[in-house]
């Protein structure tokens, strides 16, 4: 049997042909053409070009930081204890490039709407307005939300930013992949955490760079940093380069202002303000030693995060009524710092300051004494009489210290004669009237006092007692300043020190001692006279118990005189042989239908000081045991300084529940009367039948201010009293020395 092997066909192998090898090379040859045409063309573009399309890619590719600013940190405003009193939080501007947004390579527009909406909360309508406007729809720079927190840009940096190992859904990823064209661009917000506090001192600014009101616009130079810039360019060998230039923050500054001092001054303003009012109301607190200011209320309280506000001042009906330049006027006037631009006639708290002149000067000694028989006569034939505030009493035979504790108009007319025009003129601007002090504020006013032209012999009897010209709350109280610390004028100052922006002192401001206005031995008599008003005189109401104090008071009676409208103010330091504090309150036209009581201001400084002298460590100099003795306050205080849970104030000052029943301190329903009521309205009964008063009222006596002792009056209602001079350009000093003839700048050992 043979085998039998079965042949297996190869398949043909192919082969190339000519034919084919021939479309190959073809192929090829076109393809490597194209290639070398391509090539050609490129080199031919970037020849011809290449700057223009290398342009057109950068502006593209950096659009987000192109001629970008990098802002600057505005410094912080410090009180004298570290408290922040304004500060720059970071915060960013929301920007959107429509045109990437619109880009016809993916589906953004959906997405991008999402993020924005739900994220960040904006407006929808707003964003889709601006993707679909002619005007906007190519932008790629519109910004969209200002302002925005470091804190809502995370979320949205969360957001958008999609990890490997995400739980989110594969659709999820894509909708959040493809949210385009939002970047943020940096800026910062100013803010204040205590909000209206001290709003006059610190002032507000709505910008980086620019302030009008208070420390904030007076130091705006030093606060105000230099911006950065991030931005790219074209070099010239035609490369990308990108340049960052970092910002350089503001410095920082420290104030003399004590956040403490300043609640407790602002707490007593509102207290008084709430149970009685006035047109206006001026503190200032003043470290006697140095010049520095401790605290200062300067008007009209407003919100410095929110100072275009009007509500604290005004109703809402008003505020619609108001055209824009009434708008404009008001806030103006409610910015306004009454402390340092106002000029007023300030009344007889000048009379300490008059007198410590004239002893300086030599016209007076401190024996003299002055007969007071309720006025002086002036004119040629004997027409004009200005009365003393008794009149038609009188004081009788007064030593200096009566003098001053009596406020005496006809004792200071006396001394004001012996003064004689020229010197009384010196003395004045030797206290700086009629000048600017130079204090670190803007928009300070200068007052304006007589010259020897226009001084009369009425004139300058009228001055003597702070009438007919005026001054300034800085000037007044820088000028007592002088007066009780030994006779050193400082300049007034707020700020103390500059930091730079890591915290680092820069510069130390240290009080500027301008003068020797006089002896030491004269500020002490005068103190002991202030002391005086104090114990036995028109300053009696404002003593502060386990504490020796000095005071002046003042009324002045506004123009024109027989209006009944008045300036009624007070100045007082404390302790009379060493003063920690020195503080001048001035209430402008108190609502009372008798305006001219000086107690309106003491009742103010006696609170303040109450709860200041303990604050500021001063030691009770009256107190055997160096305990402090409790004050009686002023009864309108009574429920108007503090919070009662549930109860507020109503417009006379008494507290009130929720449903505006009388409540007293505790909470309790009362009647007008002060009886405690039940849920019925009717009188509640003690066991005995008697009905039960209430023994924490709130709500002051309403004839509080009725029942006042008016015995020490210093009003001027008298119509021929003179105005102050007008206003000029030309300089109330000429011709004064500014040094006194007891004591020179030279002998005082100042330059």
Known sequence: MSNTRKKIKKKPQKKINHMMKGKLVGLFAVVLLALVCLLGRITYINAISGNKYKKQVLTQAQQKYESNILPAKRGDIYDRNGNILATSNKVYNVILDCKAVNSEEGDYVEPTVRALTEILGLDEDDIRSRLTSEKTKNSQYQIIKKQLSMDDKKKFDEYTTVTEDSDLSDEQKKERSNVKGVWFEEDYLR??????????????????????????????????????????????????????????????????????????VEKYVNGFKTKMGAKNIGVVVMKPSTGEILAMDGGDRYDLNNPRDLSQVYSQTEIDAMNDEETVEALNGMWSNFCVTDAYEPGSVVKPIVMAGALEKGRISVNDTFVCDGGQTFGANGDTYIKCAVWPDAHGTEALRDVIANSCNDAMMQIAAKMGTEQFLKAQTLFNFGSRTGIDLPNEGSGVIHTTETMGETELACSAFGQGFTCTMVQEINAMCSVINGGYYYQPHLVTAIKDSRGGIVKTIDPVLMKQTISSDISADIRSYMAASVQEGTSRTSKVQGYSSG??????????????????????????????????????????????????PQYIAQGILSELLPYLNVAPDESEDGSIPKTELWDGFNGNLIDVSGSSVDENGNLVDGNGNLVDMDGNRIDEEGYLLDDNGERKLDAEGQYVKSNNIGAASASNSETADNSLKEAISDTNVPAPPEETDEGTDEGNDMESEGITNEEAGLE
């Open 191 to 264: 803010s204040y955490p205590f909000n209206d506090l001290a709003c006059d001192t610190i002032g507000f600014t709505l910008a980086r760079d620019t302030a009008d009101v208070g420390l904030e616009s007076y130091y705006n130079s030093t606060l105000t940093g230099a911006d950065g810039r991030q931005y790219g360019y074209i070099n010239d060998d035609s490369d990308v380069e990108q340049t960052i230039i970092d910002p350089s923050d503001g410095e920082s500054i420290v104030t003399s202002i004590d956040v403490g001092a300043q609640q407790i």
């Open 551 to 600: 005071g002046k008071t003042g009324t002045a009676e506004k123009l024109p005189r027989g209006n009944k409208k008045y300036v009624v103010s007070f100045i007082t330091f404390a302790p009379v042989d060493d003063p920690q504090v020195l503080m001048y309150v001035v209430v402008d036209e108190p609502n009372a239908e008798d305006q001219a009581d000086s107690k309106y």
